[in-house]
């Protein structure tokens, strides 16, 4: 053992501590549970060894070590490739789909979440070595919590309103409130759908959440999140019970409708307002409207 081996496990244990802390499989059940959390926390382990690595490197003036260093950090972009292929092809068998937009999301916060574990060990092992073991305990648990916060996101229930409607018919046409939703002809599934069916109406509170929920990424990812967390009435080769989300032209609501198993009105709401806005299909036409105005108005 040398001065730098106690530094060394103690950066490890908190990077390992940290992804421990932003490791979580909920309703939607990814990373599933227990090989999925293994591969993950292997990763973590990589990743806070190299952190923690670096900053002995620095202090003994081991630059080749740090060029060394940073190739094996970038490697892991390898870590969004393989939870994107591995999303991608789970997804053709699901009776709901994430959708592309949604998998590229999970796929980015992985791949970002090796990126924090690698900058906390980095913070912690800095702090332990530059002061003590206490100082760098601090630091550690801190930037862990930074990084929880980081990794959260927004919600859908940041941007819209959302009200629940009863799905109904008029004539061969289903409608939530005053939303087309699609055609069903056959009596029998129209008792399906009045039986089974829920309906939900999201009002964006400004132009920006309208144009976000305007995406079909994002809608996707809200029928999936609602379809896992309370199951949905349908199988394959039924497309008159396949759950959609529609777009009112005229002042940008969109309409949900879906067919769940658990018809629990309190859980329905908490998890449609807990879906992530995806940070592909987020957008601020506004933001970007008033900064091109402001340098019209400088120039």
Do not use: C
């Not at 008792?191 to 400004?206: A, C, S």
């Not at 929920?213 to 394959?236: F, K, P």
């Not at 859980?267 to 592909?280: C, D, F, Q, S, W």
């Amino acid at each position: 053992m040398n001065e730098y081996t106690l530094p060394i496990i103690f950066g490890v244990l908190i990077g390992l501590a940290t992804r421990l802390y932003m490791l979580v499989t909920d309703y939607r059940q990814y990373p599933t549970y227990l090989h999925g959390k293994i591969i993950h926390l292997s990763l973590a382990f990589i990743a806070s060894g190299l952190g923690t690595i670096a900053v002995p490197a620095i202090m003994e003036e081991e630059f080749a070590a740090i060029t060394f260093l940073a190739l094996a950090a970038s490697q892991f972009r390898d870590v969004r490739n393989m939870e994107r292929n591995t999303l991608t092809e789970l997804d053709a068998f699901e009776l709901v789909p994430r959708g592309s937009t949604y998998i590229e999301g999970i796929a980015i916060a992985f791949e970002g979440r090796n990126y924090l574990v690698m900058i906390t060990a980095f913070l912690a092992t800095l702090a332990y070595l530059a002061a003590n073991i206490w100082v760098g305990l601090v630091v550690g648990i801190s930037a862990a919590l930074i990084s929880h916060k980081l990794m959260t996101g927004g919600q859908l229930k940041d941007i819209v309103d959302i009200e629940y409607v009863k799905p109904h018919f008029d004539g061969a046409g289903l409608y939530v409130d005053n939303i087309y939703i699609m055609n069903i002809g056959l009596p029998d599934r129209q008792k399906e759908v009045l039986q089974y069916g829920m309906g939900f109406i999201l009002k964006p509170k400004n132009f920006n959440a309208r144009t976000t929920i305007a995406n079909l990424g994002q809608r996707q990812a809200i029928l999936h999140d609602m379809s896992t967390a309370l199951g949905v009435y349908r199988d394959s080769g039924t497309p008159a019970l396949v759950p959609l989300a529609k777009r009112d032209l005229d002042d940008g609501r969109v309409g949900v409708f879906l067919l769940p198993q658990e018809q629990d009105l309190e859980i329905g709401m908490a998890i449609l307002e807990r879906v992530p806005t995806l940070e592909n299909a987020i957008r601020m036409p506004t933001k970007n409207l008033k900064e091109k105005v402001n340098k019209q108005d400088g120039s």
